[in-house]
């Protein structure tokens, strides 16, 4: 039931841009991602709700397909502070009102200056 | 506006030892709670979440155990710890699904 994560590593030089992907065998209500820095609490990028409404930073953005349970998280012109572990965390259709999420096991993005 | 706080900052116990991590939330009433275990350079597994008080689901069979005698008050306990107890302890918490989870600082354990 774990979404998988692609890369699961990514280094960047300022300016870049990153791509980084979330895969589901489940069907998804809504896919959320989250930052992490070394040492601290993960903190909310984005949620992506069935049905194709968006929630988050302008900065950066995010798909949902559906159709094949995939989320794509886009980075575009990486500044320093985007480095962390990027962690994406789905909630499947069928688990009620629990708001219950399974995270992907993560992929670690490094921006260089 | 909505804070969680979460007790200790850091604990080192002896493996046999009990354990009680305390989480709590203020600023919103009835959130949904979840407790979040991350091992050392690895993912967040999901350990327990609670939809209302005294209502507790387990989502991984272990020597852990979880309370929520209040509204906002989420508890992680267990007997007698293991070494692979040790950890990085997260607790969470959103208003309804579809939200964003915002989660506490969290508590580092290490057991000895």
């Known amino acids: 039931q774990q979404p998988v994560q692609s890369p699961q590593a990514v280094i960047l030089r300022e300016g870049e841009d990153a791509v980084i992907n979330c895969s589901s065998s489940?069907?998804?209500?809504?896919v959320h991602w989250y930052r992490q820095k070394h040492g601290e609490a993960p903190v909310f990028l984005m949620i992506?709700?069935?049905?194709?409404e968006q929630k988050g930073h302008d900065k950066i953005s995010a798909s949902f397909n559906e159709k094949k349970q995939q989320s794509s998280l886009y980075l575009t012109a990486s500044q320093l502070s985007y480095s962390g572990t990027y962690f994406c965390?789905?909630?499947?259709?069928?688990?009620?009102?629990?708001?219950?999420?399974?995270f992907g096991q993560g992929t670690t993005l490094q921006v260089k200056p | 506006s909505q804070t969680i706080h979460q007790w200790p900052a850091t604990l080192v116990q002896p493996v046999g030892s009990p354990l009680s991590l305390e989480c709590t939330v203020e600023?919103?009433?009835?959130?949904?709670l979840y407790w979040y275990r991350q091992a050392a350079g690895r993912g967040l597994q999901l350990l327990f979440y609670?939809?209302?008080?005294?209502?507790i689901s387990s989502e991984v069979p272990q020597n852990l155990s979880a309370s929520r005698p209040q509204d906002r008050q989420f508890i992680l306990s267990s007997k007698k710890l293991l070494l692979s107890d040790s950890g990085f302890y997260l607790c969470?918490?959103?208003?309804?699904?579809?939200?964003?989870?915002?989660f506490g600082p969290g508590t580092r354990l290490t057991v000895t």
């Open positions: 969470a918490w959103s208003r309804d699904r579809g939200d964003e989870q915002y």
């Open positions: 489940k069907a998804l209500y809504s």
């Open positions: 992506l709700l069935k049905g194709g």
């Open positions: 965390g789905t909630e499947m259709l069928g688990s009620g009102n629990t708001g219950k999420l399974i």
């Open positions: 600023g919103t009433s009835n959130p949904n």
């Open positions: 609670s939809v209302g008080i005294g209502q």
